[in-house]
């Protein structure tokens, strides 16, 4: 039985992960604060896979993510999805301490540390996938935390790739443009929905990428809207 990590999974991109990949063979390890929309998650998932669990904690905290490496346990996970993320959005002068603390925590420090506790004990063949964005690559006004926080996601994952290049770990980063999800609602402004990617399509490159052949590593995926980028 193949043990998969999500983090994120209560909603939007994370979600669609956890339903693309649910499988009979597959234990799911679904994160998320939000216990009622995991709960969702864990019923919609159940039926398909050999056990899912749920593992609720606050990602900006060092307990919370202490707390997660502990309840996930010492057997060794076989697919880690970083994907758990929040987009503070205002002009850089107004960036709250408190808001930049909760982003580089959710958006740097959590994956880092997950990745640091559980990429050792990965067997070959086995996939890290890191939800970026389009701007991991790209500067926005008034992005500048969220930004920062997905460069260095990008800076970090280059190097820990070809760290664990040579024990046949897949590092997978994915590049989304804006999509359609939870996130959106508490950005200010009117955004465009209907150009938006679906969490869908997120999802199912990140399956395709996972289904090539051990050996192979789609490394870098940009999932763009013809539509236009916002
Ligand atoms: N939507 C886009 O346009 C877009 C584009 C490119 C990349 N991304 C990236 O995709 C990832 C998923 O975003 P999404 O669009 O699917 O957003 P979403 O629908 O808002 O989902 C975000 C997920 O992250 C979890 N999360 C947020 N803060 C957390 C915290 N402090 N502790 C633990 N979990 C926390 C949420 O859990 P709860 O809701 O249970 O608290 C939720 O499961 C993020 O890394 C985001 O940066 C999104």
């Not at 808001?99 to 067997?123: R, S």
Request: net charge neutral.
């Amino acid at each position: 039985m193949k043990r998969y990590l999500i983090t994120g999974a209560s909603r939007g991109i994370g979600r669609a992960i956890a339903e693309n990949l649910a499988g009979v063979d597959v234990e799911l390890l679904l994160h998320g604060r939000d216990t009622v929309a995991l709960a969702e998650v864990y019923e919609a998932v159940k039926p398909h896979c050999a056990h899912v669990v749920r593992l609720i904690h606050d990602l900006a905290l060092p307990s919370g993510v202490s707390d997660l490496i502990d309840q996930v346990g010492k057997k060794p996970l076989n697919l880690l999805v970083n994907n758990a993320g929040i987009a503070i959005v205002k002009p850089f002068c107004e960036i709250t301490s408190i808001e930049w603390e909760q982003t580089v925590g959710v958006n740097i420090t959590a994956p880092f540390l997950l990745m640091q506790h559980f990429a050792p004990h990965m067997p070959p063949g086995s996939s890290i996938v890191n939800i970026l964005s389009i701007a991991a690559k790209t500067g926005f006004a008034n992005w500048s935390a969220y930004c920062m926080s997905k460069f260095a996601l990008e800076g970090r994952s280059q190097c820990v790739r070809e760290e664990l290049r040579d024990r046949r770990i897949r590092m997978i980063n994915v590049y989304p443009a804006a999509t359609d999800t939870h996130i959106w609602t508490h950005i200010e402004g009117k955004w465009p929905r209907h150009k938006m990617i679906s969490p869908e399509e997120v999802a199912s490159a990140v399956a395709y990428a996972l289904s090539r052949p051990a050996i192979v590593a789609l490394e870098n995926i940009t999932i763009s809207s013809l539509a236009g980028n916002l």
